[in-house]
């Protein structure tokens, strides 16, 4: 329960050692740099836009193109990669990559080329295709489309909708004779024609067709396709030749198309082998990029640079050996002002480490408050077990966890580490509380038992404690319970937390009126028959307790109306105020009757659990009935289990969140951001030889 | 056993039925809103999928809690095996008993899914307020928990009553 004591740094050093000092605080990664000198005449901040700018667009570069790789060639991963980690890389492929960095970034950009000509492709080809669709029924017509006539005849080339016959046309046309019609294909739709006439008829053929619905063909020639055309000689555009021609011409096209696609996307495939390549190049970029940010914030003169962050105590020692080892460097360091918004670095043991999480997604702690993970863990792992209790799904979540922590120890990230951690201790907790309530996938044992061996001497593994299903007012005043601990503890921090501040007085009036007055409404609550009769419970306090109970609750809660509205000076506003904190206790109520949460979800995975084995158990008769069994049994738990662990998550979050945190714990501060490598795919890794880095 | 008394059971099984049904439909209703909202966010951002996906599920247990409503009134008027003579008086306790289930469980349901489409946009916005969004949602099944709670109450403590 600890946070780490941080100090104020300051860096000062010489700039020929800026890049080295640099890459050496951003490997060591304990420094949080922070902007907190003020420019003046001698020093100022450089302009580092423009490297930036370059870098960001080299990372997009990498980003887009390793997402076109993936497009067409997937990196093959198992399903449990995502556990894995980042790769580890010595420093020297770090180092060397240097000289590989421009023709990586050169791969980058030629995939994305690539990717553009794919895409440029794709649409020609569709082109394409309209246009052989449009040209196959011309394909036995054998002049070309655009034929317009000769010089004492006109022709007519389109079409009719609808099927026609021969006949049907020369009888609409008979009048203007002598023509020449040519049917040259028919489909449902529409019929094509060929029509020749002469040209002092043109204009009454023309009208006629037109009546007719005559269209011309809605080929659209683009000039500018240049046709590989070398072999005709005197044709200049496809129009000028006959459909038949045309098509062979484009579908030559067509394959030139796709066979460049096909090209393309070869190249593409074969960038395969600089994946790693081009996953380090964003991640050298990223490296780099947040080193130039830090160069963007520093001091610097002509020849020397101020690099000013936070760090936590216990560092400063080996940094100011390494880096005074190695530079002409000064460093101070300082207790942090009391305007600085000093940043949170946590430090736990195992057990709790993994819920720091938890509490950064409420809130990191505020100025003055304490670090409430340690405590947190007790409780999270136990509502968590008690809301999902049951002993088989708390060995599987147990064993999975610790599977993964343990296979992929080496290499797994920390952030990851954690959850599996959190998960596993949930998981414990879980086939405690199962063991407690018997509760082992369901009843599994006794129905196992019952269906296939008949065995009557039921159940085979009594609970420790009671089944809740059969007492569910003792399930309730048990939630309860842990209700009031959970909120007392939370009130005791608060105290812890006054005392920290040596607000004392505050302890007495904050902290030990409620909890006086807590404890002795609860004890008179429990001398009242009705009380006791609901909770199916049984308390005897001698009367000699109950009357001190009812006196010490008056005084605290005199005690509470005078002091909980000290901050106003007024005292009739400080007398409201403090009436206003006494009915606060309708909140404490509230407070404890949500824990009645713990019996809800508790017993919805027990019942479940048990409607699941009794629906698998109707099945288990005939020869594939422990088939049939074991299938609903795994499906039907499996489901129960996701769904009940999402609850027990969820709900020990907000009685973390609402209930616990509510009591005494604000947060608001922010969490300690070193100076570091923050990259996606590999790790670097320091060679421990000698220590020197370049 | 008056005929009346034939009807008893119809009362309570009416009463189980419901509370499978209604907090059933209303979870439907609400996890599809959650799904409608959650997709346009993974078109946006797909990383986030695990984060919705809890957000959506969130309004979903009111129809779990309405099964489970509904299998202990089972289990108690004999449906699943076991005698069914239930006096009319005792039904009708039975039903009433489901009451806060299908109507809270309904109505809650709902609105936890208006919470839960808001938190969903939160966390499209900021991812890492993720503990924070869910807590909001969670706040609404509060009262539907109160209301499983006394169904069961109920439920098992008409079984005892000798009317």
Redesign the interface.
């Known amino acids: 329960m600890a946070l780490l004591q941080m100090q104020r740094i300051n860096i000062y050093a010489l700039k020929k050692d800026r890049k080295h000092i640099l890459e050496l605080l951003q490997r060591r990664g304990v420094v949080e740099v922070r902007d907190m000198l003020k420019e003046d005449k001698v020093f100022s901040k450089s302009d580092v836009s423009v490297a930036k700018q370059s870098l960001e667009k080299n990372i997009s570069l990498a980003t887009e193109s390793l997402s076109i790789l993936n497009n067409y060639i997937k990196e093959s991963s198992s399903m449990l990669s995502a556990l894995e980690g980042r790769k580890e890389l010595p420093v020297e492929v770090y180092d060397g990559f240097r000289e590989k960095y421009k023709t990586t970034v050169d791969i980058t950009k030629r995939i994305i080329e690539l990717a553009k000509i794919i895409a440029e492709n794709k649409a020609e080809l569709l082109k394409l295709q309209t246009q052989v669709e449009i040209l196959s029924p011309w394909i036995n017509l054998d002049i070309p489309l655009n034929f317009k006539g000769t010089k004492l005849t006109t022709g007519y080339i389109g079409t009719l909708p609808k099927p026609w016959t021969l006949e049907g046309i020369y009888d609409r046309l008979a009048d203007y004779m002598p023509l020449d019609v040519d049917i040259i294909s028919s489909t449902k739709e529409q019929t094509c024609i060929f029509v020749l006439c002469t040209n002092n008829n043109k204009d009454k053929v023309y009208e006629i067709l037109r009546g007719m619905d005559f269209t011309l063909p809605s080929l659209t020639i683009d000039r500018s396709t240049t046709f590989n055309l070398s072999t005709m000689d005197d044709i200049s555009t496809t129009a000028d030749i006959s459909p038949a021609m045309q098509l062979k011409f484009i579908r030559q096209q067509l394959d030139e198309t796709k066979k460049q696609i096909q090209v393309a996307m070869d190249e593409i495939i074969s960038y395969d082998k600089d994946r790693n390549k081009l996953k380090f190049l964003l991640d050298y970029d990223t490296m780099r990029l947040e080193k130039y940010e830090v160069l963007g914030t520093l001091l610097q003169s002509k020849n020397v640079f101020i690099i000013s962050g936070f760090i936590a105590e216990k560092d400063i020692k080996d940094l100011e050996e390494e880096l005074t080892s190695k530079f002409d460097v000064a460093i101070d360091s300082a207790n942090p002002r009391k305007k600085d918004e000093v940043p949170i670095l946590y430090k736990n043991n195992g057990f709790s480490e993994p819920l720091e999480g938890?509490v950064?997604?409420?809130s990191p702690p505020g100025k003055g408050e304490i670090d409430p993970t340690m405590v947190m863990s007790l409780f999270y792992y136990a509502l968590f077990g008690l809301m999902l209790s049951d002993a088989g799904y708390g060995f599987l979540i147990a064993v999975a966890c610790a599977f993964g922590l343990i296979k992929f120890r080496k290499t797994m990230e920390k952030p990851m580490k954690n959850t599996l951690k959190m998960y596993m201790f949930c998981g414990i907790a879980t086939v405690f509380w199962g063991i407690v309530f018997s509760s082992y996938f369901g009843d599994i044992f006794d129905v196992v038992a019952k269906t296939f061996f008949g065995v009557t001497d039921l159940p085979i593994i009594p609970p420790l404690w009671f089944y809740p299903v059969e007492k569910?007012?003792l399930m309730?005043t048990f939630a309860m319970a842990i209700g009031i601990v959970h909120l007392l503890t939370g009130l005791a921090m608060k105290g812890y937390q006054m005392a920290k501040q040596k607000d004392y007085m505050g302890i007495i009036y904050d902290v030990v009126f409620w909890y006086v007055l807590l404890i002795c409404g609860v004890v008179i609550l429990l001398s009242m028959k009705m009380v006791t009769n609901i909770l199916g419970i049984n308390v005897d306090f001698p009367d000699i307790v109950i009357d001190i109970a009812k006196i010490a609750a008056l005084v605290s809660a005199v005690g509470i109306i005078l002091t909980n509205g000290r901050e106003s000076k007024n005292p009739f506003k400080r007398i409201l105020k403090g009436l206003y904190a006494l009915y606060g206790i309708s909140g404490y109520l509230s407070d404890i009757?949500?824990y009645?949460?713990l019996?809800?979800?508790g017993?919805?995975t027990g019942?479940?659990g048990t409607?699941v084995n009794?629906m698998a158990s109707m099945t288990a008769g005939g020869a594939f009935g422990p088939i049939f069994f074991t299938l609903i049994v795994v499906i039907g738990h499996a489901l129960n289990l996701g769904?009940n662990a999402?609850?027990a998550y969820?709900?020990t979050?907000?009685l973390q969140?609402?209930e616990f945190f509510g009591k005494f714990y604000e947060g608001g501060g922010k969490v300690f951001k070193p100076f570091g490598i923050n990259t996606k795919y590999y790790r670097i890794k320091e060679s421990t030889k000698n220590g020197i880095i370049r | 056993m008056g005929s009346l008394d034939n009807y008893g059971i119809v009362l309570a099984l009416l009463g189980a039925a419901l509370a499978a049904l209604v907090p059933g439909m209303a979870s439907a209703k609400a996890v599809s809103m959650g799904g409608i909202a959650g997709a346009g966010v993974i078109a946006e951002n797909p990383s986030l999928f695990g984060k919705v996906l809890?957000l959506q599920?969130?309004p979903?247990?009111q129809g779990?809690?309405g099964?489970?409503i509904a299998?202990?009134t089972f289990s108690q008027i004999g449906v699943?095996g076991g005698s069914s003579e239930i006096s009319f008086v005792k039904g009708a306790l039975y039903f009433a008993a489901c009451m806060p289930m299908i109507i809270v469980g309904y109505t809650s349901a709902i609105r936890q899914a208006n919470a839960s489409v808001a938190s969903i946009g939160t966390v499209a916005k900021k991812p890492?307020?993720?503990?924070?969004a869910?807590?909001f949602p969670?706040?609404v099944?509060?009262y539907a928990?109160?209301a499983?709670?006394i169904s069961?109450?109920a439920v098992?403590g008409v079984t005892g009553l000798n009317i």
Do not use: C, W
């Open positions: 938890t950064n997604s409420y569910p007012m309730l009757l949500s009645s949460r019996l809800a979800l017993l919805a019942i479940i409607v009794q769904i999402l609850g969820v709900h979050n907000r969140y609402v | 809890i599920l969130l979903g247990t779990i809690y099964l489970i299998f202990i699943l890492d307020q993720f503990g924070k869910m807590i969670a706040m099944e509060t928990i109160l499983v709670l069961i109450l098992s």
